[in-house]
């Protein structure tokens, strides 16, 4: 996603509208949904836009499935999406995958369900987005820390590669973490990569709180 077209849902949360037994439809639930976007060239931002919507619930899941036609095959292609961007995001954090050592066994869809959602969110994360963070990390950081150019360049690298190289040295990730802190609250153009910093401080506190002995089976 380019940062000219840059609608990002930033937080949904799903409930039930109460209602009267009159007025309830049970194959239907109400998603509360935030859209933000960012600055585009001329330095101008749209409104956040906050909105309502009905979901199909459960209920009205099972309700498309046995009615069959466009909608079963409509909610097969969202089951194949979601395993395809599952699997994605598996390629892009590990390359030395291929065709041949391929695991088969996270690609499946208990693996893409028992991913975090934080993680699964991260993932969904545009490689444009994440490069204009890392960009303006490296632009910003210099300048609030006192550290030097080229170690605010492999603080971002760590960070780009969602700490993969560093996800069993807890120093280090409490260190990073410390810094998105930094960034986000004495930063100005912070607020356009919430999404990234968000995703990175809830993955460093998943790995802060992993116990020694199976961190390194994290990821």
Excluded at 30 to 41: G, Q, S
Excluded at 99 to 116: H, I, L, Q, R
Excluded at 183 to 194: D, G, I, M, V
């Amino acid at each position: 996603m380019s940062q000219d077209n840059q609608e990002v849902v930033q937080d949904t949360t799903t409930h039930t509208v109460a209602a009267t037994p009159a007025d309830h439809n049970p194959l239907v639930d109400y998603v509360d949904l935030k859209f933000t976007f960012r600055e585009d060239k001329m330095g101008d931002k749209r409104a956040p836009i906050e909105v309502k919507v009905p979901v199909p619930s459960i209920e009205g899941i099972a309700e498309i499935y046995n009615q069959g036609g466009k909608g079963t095959d409509a909610l097969k292609s969202l089951v194949v999406n979601a395993i395809q961007d599952h699997i994605r995001g598996l390629l892009n954090e590990d390359a030395t995958i291929t065709s041949e050592n391929f695991p088969f066994e996270k690609a499946t869809w208990d693996s893409f369900v028992n991913t975090p959602e934080s993680e699964r969110k991260g993932r969904g994360i545009a490689k444009e987005v994440w490069e204009g963070f890392v960009a303006d990390y490296v632009a910003q950081m210099p300048a609030v820390t006192g550290k030097k150019t080229e170690q605010v360049e492999y603080a971002a690298k760590l960070l780009f590669q969602k700490f993969q190289p560093v996800k069993t040295d807890k120093d280090v990730i409490s260190l990073l973490k410390n810094y998105l802190s930094i960034y986000l609250n004495q930063t100005p153009n912070a607020e356009q990569f919430t999404e990234c910093v968000k995703f990175l401080v809830e993955k460093a506190d998943t790995l802060l709180a992993a116990e020694d002995k199976v961190l390194t089976d994290y990821l």
